[in-house]
């Protein structure tokens, strides 16, 4: 199914050793960022590349995962051959190309990542980035797989990210808040402007939050796409007693009213991500067809790990990438409506050229101390820089400096009562580090 192009010798014959030489492919490594299309759409071109089945674009700051693991869910549960790329990923590379919602096979891969190699040494040697080489590999594997539908998540931004290749049947914009500032801009409205870049002329486009900047209004109508806003043209409401909710979207015939069970995904931000899933379905009904049932079941089953998941046992342990003040404040909220813990322990590492100070604020009165983790890498921040910047704008923050996310959650854990609770959360970086070693060890508890 995944024949090897005619390769020379020297490629790869293994995943790990793939994805060495995608990190050092580009000038800059696997950090390097270096927005634009024409790289990727010439070698796009050199493996000719075409659409063959209707794509779903997902961007924005926050919920893009979540909103992307509930189509694919519902998708998958309808009877549909879903492709579903994302990332980062937590645990492993294959996390991001999913076909049917199981990772990619590490030969498929590897037949894919040769195969935009050749035609990337054809077109000229072009430099790509690890991103620009993961999503045009993602391609050929969905075309291999034959899938009826695909459901791409935005790297970053929209205009100038290499998922914008491919023109969308429908695109998403979840959510718009600051981040990426060095490369999206420092404002709402200028940072939408580059996640409305997916809209495509006269094609349906949804933006998931309240409040939508206006820019990506005057775009959406600039290219008469029609554009439908979360709590103007669909929404949600929540019935504490019933434990349900309802998602409703006006209609020529009426607002149509649906109710559900709560979705497998947790925290009330997952409602909204949920509404997002449903409406963009109601809207496509008459190409991809889809049963209530098929809704119903694939919001419950939805799976992404470490959006606000809480592992069972004691003390609680919540994981959560969260990861700008956006995120920190769905996090906070979450939080909050968990019930009552003597104290909260957070084990907390983030990314040089993040909001630390804007994602710690919203929840310093939420936590009791900080178990601050040193990162490696080239974007990495030690505990000890970490802890100057807390402690320059929150002189009275109780915190810890460790080695490591392993030392700093050995620390919490050392710490923390049954009756408390461990938040493990910031960088994916932070998280991935820890995820596995943690729920091995609920497990045996």
């Known amino acids: 199914m995944y024949p090897p192009p005619n390769a020379s010798s020297d490629l790869p014959d293994s995943l790990p050793l793939w994805l060495n030489y995608l990190e050092h492919l580009h000038p800059h490594g696997e950090a390097g960022i270096e927005l634009g299309l024409e790289r990727a759409r010439q070698v796009s071109s050199a493996l000719r590349q075409r659409p063959f089945c209707p794509i779903l674009t997902v961007a924005g700051t926050n919920g893009k995962g979540s909103t992307v693991a509930c189509l694919a869910s519902i998708l998958n549960a309808a009877g549909y051959r879903v492709g579903s790329y994302t990332s980062p990923h937590l645990l492993r590379f294959n996390e991001r190309i999913r076909i049917n919602l199981h990772d990619a096979e590490d030969d498929a891969l590897c037949a894919a990542f040769a195969a935009v190699e050749m035609a990337r040494r054809a077109a000229g040697d072009i430099s790509l980035t690890y991103f620009e080489f993961a999503t045009l590999a993602a391609w050929q594997l969905f075309t291999a797989a034959r899938c009826e539908v695909l459901v791409l ?39 939408a402007l580059e996640k409305a870049g997916i809209f495509r002329p006269r094609r349906p486009a949804l933006y998931g939050d309240f409040n939508p900047p206006n820019s990506l209004i005057a775009r959406a109508a600039d290219l008469n796409a029609p554009l439908s806003v979360l709590g103007r043209d669909f929404g949600y409401q929540k019935d504490s007693r019933t434990r349900q909710w309802t998602f409703w979207r006006n209609h020529p015939e009426g607002v149509e009213r649906r109710n559900f069970a709560y ?10 991500n949920a509404t997002l899933a449903i409406a963009t379905l109601k809207t496509l009904e008459t190409q991809l067809p889809v049963p209530m049932q098929a809704i119903r079941d694939g919001l419950i089953y939805a799976e992404l790990p470490a ?28 939080l909050a409506n968990m019930g009552f813990y003597e104290k909260t322990y957070a084990v907390f590492g983030m990314l040089a050229n993040k909001d630390i100070t804007g994602s710690i604020a919203v929840l310093a009165k939420r936590i009791t101390h900080w178990f601050l983790a040193s990162l490696d890498g080239p974007r990495g921040l030690t505990a000890e820089a970490l802890a100057l910047r807390i402690q320059t704008s929150f002189p009275a923050i109780s915190c810890s400096c460790h080695a490591n996310p392993e030392e700093a959650f050995l620390q919490a854990t050392d710490t923390a009562g049954e009756n408390d609770r461990i938040v493990i959360f910031g960088s994916f970086h932070t998280v991935a580090a820890l995820s596995h070693t943690v729920t091995l060890a609920r497990r045996k508890t």
């Open 307 to 334: 959006r606000f998941q809480v592992l069972p046992g004691k003390p609680a342990i919540v994981l959560d990438v969260g990861h700008n003040p956006q995120a920190a404040r769905t996090l906070a909220e979450n």
């Open 153 to 191: 998540e935005v790297g970053m931004g929209g205009r100038l990210d290499a998922v914008n290749l491919y023109d969308s049947d429908i695109s998403l914009v979840t959510t718009v808040d600051l981040d990426h500032q060095d490369w999206l801009g420092n404002d709402r409205e200028t940072i």
């Open 263 to 272: 979705p497998g995904l947790t925290g009330d931000m997952q409602l909204k």
